[in-house]
């Protein structure tokens, strides 16, 4: 496991060492799902260095890439990696924005490096065990009240879906301390595991924006799943908390319509 980090480590550092060089010359490219979901030469690049850095040390691994770079593997060990979380910020210069790698053995998050050098800070971690930022032990945060809890979230691309999200959030601000949102999942995840906030939740992540943030968390003692009981995680619907606010905050989600159209 640690030999896993390690790689993640000096693969997510590469290539959050190139966003940094390349940032004068970055340029949108291509759109995905919407006009405003972009991405940069920038993301490609880096997603491509990654990629390279893991297969020359883990050939048989497989790696699941959010700009295509995927492949299948033999081992039960996968990559899953997003070369640059939060490419709306990084193209403005706000620095909220990460290298983030996960690695999954049997299908579950494991190891996870979400590294964000515009933030000054590398997250690590190692799912039940121990999770850290820039080298210091961290831990979710307690409040247990969803009145006082502190609550990231992020807006799906799709300006209907965006649409009904801005009057569930409207809903729900009302009962809770406040809302933040930064615009990267994976830095927003890697703040619940560090009690910078107290909770996220999220419609329409992908498995590349949560994969690493997830086993971070879970080395932190925060919980992560869907709305619903014991649910998984999914690009549906994805909640991270300190595991006394959880049950709560999902409760109040629900009623105020999160996760519906
Ligand atoms: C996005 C960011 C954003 C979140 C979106 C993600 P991208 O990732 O994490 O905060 O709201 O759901 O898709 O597109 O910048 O890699």
Not at 14 to 37: F, I, M, P
Not at 51 to 70: F, N
Not at 110 to 119: F, Q
Request: glycine share 12%; proline share 3%; aromatic share 6%.
């Amino acid at each position: 496991m640690n030999e896993l980090l390690d790689l993640a480590t000096r693969a997510a550092a590469s290539a959050a060492d190139l966003l940094v060089q390349g940032w004068e010359q970055r340029e949108v490219v291509a759109t995905k799902s919407s006009q405003t979901d972009i991405v940069t030469q920038m993301d490609q690049g880096s997603e491509a260095l990654l990629v390279s850095t893991i297969l020359a040390e883990r050939p048989d691994d497989a790696i699941l890439g959010e700009e295509g770079g995927s492949r299948n593997g033999t081992t039960g060990v996968t990559w899953v990696i997003d070369p640059l979380d939060g490419t709306v910020n990084y193209l403005y210069g706000f620095p909220s924005w990460a290298v983030s790698v996960g690695v999954l053995i049997d299908d579950r998050p494991t190891v996870g490096v979400v590294h964000a050098p515009a933030l000054g800070t590398v997250w690590r971690g190692i799912a039940d065990d121990f999770a850290e930022a820039n080298g210091r032990p961290i831990r979710c945060g307690r409040v247990t009240e969803v009145s006082a809890a502190l609550v990231a979230t992020g807006f799906g691309y799709d300006a209907q879906v965006r649409a009904v999200q801005g009057v569930q959030v409207a809903a729900l601000l009302p009962q809770i301390r406040d809302i933040r949102r930064a615009g990267a999942a994976a830095v927003d995840m890697c703040w619940v595991a560090q009690g910078v906030v107290d909770a996220y939740f999220e419609r329409g992540t992908h498995l590349w924006d949560r994969a690493g943030a997830m086993a971070i968390c879970s080395g932190a003692g925060a919980r992560v799943g869907g709305l619903l009981g014991d649910e998984p995680a999914s690009n549906a619907m994805t909640v991270a908390a300190n595991p006394a606010l959880f049950e709560t905050l999902c409760a109040t989600l629900r009623e105020v319509g999160v996760g519906s159209d």
